[in-house]
């Protein structure tokens, strides 16, 4: 018989969970969405008349983060996916049962993205707002966080999901304050602009190698971050408007030399063409030297494919101008 060996946990280690729990929050890794906010509100005071909203998934649902957000009422806002059936102030006890009982104030299509091989699709939601009082948590022990806070909820579940595929359902907190359905719809797609940040932080990281970088001092780790950010926005700004508005001419986002010397490398011609590509000619012209294959089934090219396009790109525009103006040269952007 085959024996199967069982390694205990340490000690030391025994409990850990438990005693998390009764942590006071500056001494968690969770303390990190207070380090955040409070940049956040330090901009806030410098910008009095501009509204400032901390908008995060559902790790960042956190009693203390919306105590913060609610000391004063000009202080910054936060925007958050809940993650626990919290207790409330209302016959409903719990935050979920209390949302489920408000009444449907009407219905919002969005768009989900493609994701896990799965195509982008509509998802209709039926949208449920209230005020809602929230409770202390018991392991909160700090005498200076008040027994409760008021926030706003919104329960937004989709209506008939197509088979097989999870439907959307977001219950989403937030300090700023909503009086009405069509204000409702407007926290919805707040949220929504997450996925645009997802994919923005997923050029710096897995494009730019943004984690990677062996800097010596914060001071160049920053400076090469604001020219990392410049490049992954770039990118999700090509990826974006090739999707939405594909006839545009290319000249909005490409110079002429980069545009040519692109066409002239994917038809191996040295013919100059006066005809400008439109914008998805040219993105898709931009994928096909990062990787990608064209084919029916495959869709528009993804942010890392045009990623790796826009590096070679950039060799490729420089071997142009050196041949065809040579007082010319390029810096390299993607490198």
Request: glycine share 4%; hydrophobic share 35%; with cysteine.
């Amino acid at each position: 018989m085959k024996q199967i060996s069982i390694t205990s946990l340490p000690k030391q280690d025994y409990g850990k969970r438990v005693n998390r729990k009764h942590k006071p929050i500056q001494e968690k890794e969770s303390n990190k969405w207070l380090t955040s906010y409070q940049k956040t509100e330090q901009s806030q005071r410098q910008l009095p008349n501009t509204l400032l909203v901390n908008i995060s998934d559902r790790e960042s649902d956190i009693y203390e983060y919306f105590e913060l957000a609610t000391r004063t009422d000009d202080a910054a806002k936060v925007l958050v996916r809940a993650s626990h059936n919290r207790l409330v102030d209302h016959p409903e006890k719990y935050l979920w049962n209390f949302m489920d009982k408000q009444t449907i104030s009407g219905t919002l299509t969005i768009e989900v993205p493609r994701q896990n091989k799965k195509p982008k699709r509509q998802a209709n939601l039926a949208i449920r707002f209230a005020q809602v009082t929230i409770k202390k948590a018991k392991n909160i022990t700090a005498s200076n966080i008040p027994d409760s806070i008021s926030a706003w909820a919104i329960l937004a579940q989709e209506i008939n999901p197509p088979h097989q595929v999870e439907a959307v359902s977001w219950l989403l907190l937030t300090t700023v304050p909503i009086h009405s359905f069509d204000e409702t719809v407007e926290k919805v797609q707040w949220y929504t602009i997450r996925w645009q940040i997802e994919i923005f932080h997923k050029v710096l990281k897995s494009g730019c190698k943004t984690e990677k970088r062996q800097l010596q001092t914060v001071e160049k780790l920053v400076k090469c971050l604001f020219v990392d950010a410049i490049i992954a926005w770039r990118i999700l700004l090509l990826t974006k408007l090739g999707r939405e508005v594909p006839n545009l001419p290319c000249s909005v986002i490409f110079e002429d030399y980069e545009w040519k010397a692109l066409n002239g490398y994917i038809h191996h011609t040295t013919e100059l063409i006066d005809k400008e590509p439109t914008l998805q000619q040219a993105i898709r012209m931009v994928a096909k030297l990062g990787g990608f294959l064209e084919r029916n089934g495959d869709g528009e090219p993804g942010v890392m494919t045009i990623w790796r396009g826009m590096m070679r790109l950039n060799d490729i525009a420089e071997s142009y101008l050196i041949f065809f103006s040579p007082s010319n040269s390029l810096p390299r952007t993607y490198g």
